[in-house]
């Protein structure tokens, strides 16, 4: 009888004498194997005759297939222990060393416009909350920094406090005209007699022929 190749092992081709184990970065989970598996992205094999592959562990990954270990991570890019492949630090994180299984929240006061750099110092006229990308500036001109809040500039307050007031006073214009055009309205009404206007006819009545002078 032929014996059957335990699992790690195959035999590919008639009248063997002898199983083959399975190379590194391959494995065979049954017996009777004709040929080995490649270990999938995220998982490796060390070793010869491997009947299973092991996930690469937390901050560590391996990109291609049949790998035989594991490469950490890269600076700005993280993995967690049920990660398969290393990721890219969220918005707002960043990350200096390698085979981390998470990234930094960037501080206050500072900036993170890339994952893979060290944070950096906020500039005195702006806002840097944690986890800024870049600083955020009041409206030059307009406001100015203040403490933890933007205040109105004095040119501003002058702005303003002049358009308000021009505002009243065109307002208070056009109140004034239209109590003068009523008071007018209402004096020609007081001083016409009733019924003056409307049909008003010169020299006869409206049905009376015209009278011509000379020939």
């Known amino acids: 009888m032929c014996l059957p190749c335990p699992p790690g092992h195959f035999a590919d081709e008639s009248g063997a004498a002898a199983c083959r184990a399975c190379e590194q970065g391959y494995f065979s989970s049954k017996q009777n194997s004709s040929f080995c598996l490649p270990c999938l992205p995220g998982s490796f094999c060390n070793t010869t005759s491997c009947t299973a592959c092991l ?13 035989e270990d594991c490469v950490p991570c890269q600076p700005g890019t993280f993995k967690g222990p049920n990660d398969s492949r290393c990721k890219v630090c969220r918005t707002g994180e960043y990350q200096l060393q390698r085979g981390k299984e998470s990234c930094d929240l960037c501080p206050e006061n500072h900036y993170c416009p890339s994952p893979d750099v060290n944070p950096v110092k906020c500039p005195p006229d702006a806002f840097c909350p944690r986890g800024s990308t870049e600083p955020t500036y009041c409206m030059e001109l307009f406001l100015y920094k203040a403490g933890d809040s933007c205040q109105l500039t004095p040119v501003m307050i002058v702005l303003l406090a002049t358009f308000s007031a021009g505002g009243i006073f065109v307002i208070f214009l056009i109140i004034l005209r239209r109590r003068q055009d009523s008071g007018r309205k209402s ?26 002078a000379g020939w």
């Open 55 to 67: 996930p690469c562990p937390g901050g560590q990954e391996a990109p291609r297939e049949a790998s």
């Open 187 to 212: 004096l020609k009404s007081l001083l016409l007699p009733r019924g003056s206007g409307r049909h008003s006819t010169y020299g006869g009545m409206e049905h009376t022929e015209p009278v011509y």
